[in-house]
């Protein structure tokens, strides 16, 4: 069975600093990886996706994510957080399976401190 | 990508009664799905939506507490019926995403509708 996993509840960053909302997945065979951020009394807005290819994946807004299939984690990233950043990120997974459905995480909210 | 509105953006309910929600979408879509967002939880997906065709309903979700309408590839409802508090919640609409190989993109989402049951 897929799961996805986000094991932080919460991440507060001082703005300007290095930022790191943490995911772990399990799925059988290879996965499809999302990352999602929804901003208040807004939809889930489409960060970035691992499909293939390079394990560092660069999305919208200066979000990067990286793949490590042997730990099985697809930690999203930021050099340097902006309080506009404050927002609920969520990690998606789907398998390669006909059958299988995209999985979200729990969320993390993330806080920028100015 | 796509442009996608949901209405009601948020409503009160009585315990009891109905809700039918509205999406629409600016492009003609295959599949619509339906998530249910509880406080401080992740993403349920209800239901998928194909138009022509009756709609798909996940686990623990029942096609008469959730009646949904797909009339043609723009447009999609979803009524919550004879609620109680137990249903409030955020409830998305999303089109894209894909449940295999050869056909994974990412989904968008509408703004959401956000329903208090009373």
């Known amino acids: 069975a897929q799961s996805v996993a986000q094991p932080e509840d919460q991440v507060n960053v001082a703005e300007g600093n290095p930022l790191t909302v943490k995911c772990t997945y399990s799925?059988?065979?290879?996965?499809?990886l999302f990352w999602y951020v929804q901003y208040p009394n807004r939809g889930l807005q489409f960060l970035l996706k691992?499909?293939?290819?390079?394990?560092l994946v660069k999305g919208s807004y200066g979000f990067e994510a990286e793949f490590n299939k042997s730990q099985t984690s697809f930690h999203l990233k930021k050099p340097s957080a902006l309080v506009s950043d404050s927002a609920l990120y969520f990690c998606?997974?789907?398998?390669?399976?006909?059958?299988?459905?995209?999985?979200f995480g729990k969320g993390t909210r993330l806080h920028i401190l100015p | 990508s796509a442009v996608i509105s949901q209405k009601p953006s948020r409503d009160i309910c009585q315990r009891g009664t109905s809700l039918t929600i509205q999406c629409q979408v600016d492009s003609q879509v295959t599949m619509m799905f339906w998530y249910r967002q509880q406080p401080g939880q992740s993403l349920t997906l209800i239901a998928t939506a194909n138009q022509g065709s009756e709609a798909t309903y996940e686990s623990g979700f029942v096609i008469d507490k959730f009646p949904i309408s797909r009339p043609n590839l723009t447009f999609s409802t979803l009524t919550v019926s004879n609620m109680s508090p137990e249903d409030s919640s955020i409830y998305l609409c999303?089109?894209?995403?894909?449940?295999?190989?050869?056909?994974?993109?990412?989904?968008?989402f509408g703004p959401g509708t956000r329903l208090t049951v009373t």
């Open positions: 691992y499909i293939t290819g390079d394990n």
């Open positions: 999303s089109v894209g995403g894909g449940y295999g190989s050869g056909a994974i993109y990412e989904q968008y």
């Open positions: 998606a997974v789907c398998g390669m399976n006909r059958d299988d459905k995209i999985i």
């Open positions: 799925v059988s065979g290879n996965p499809y």
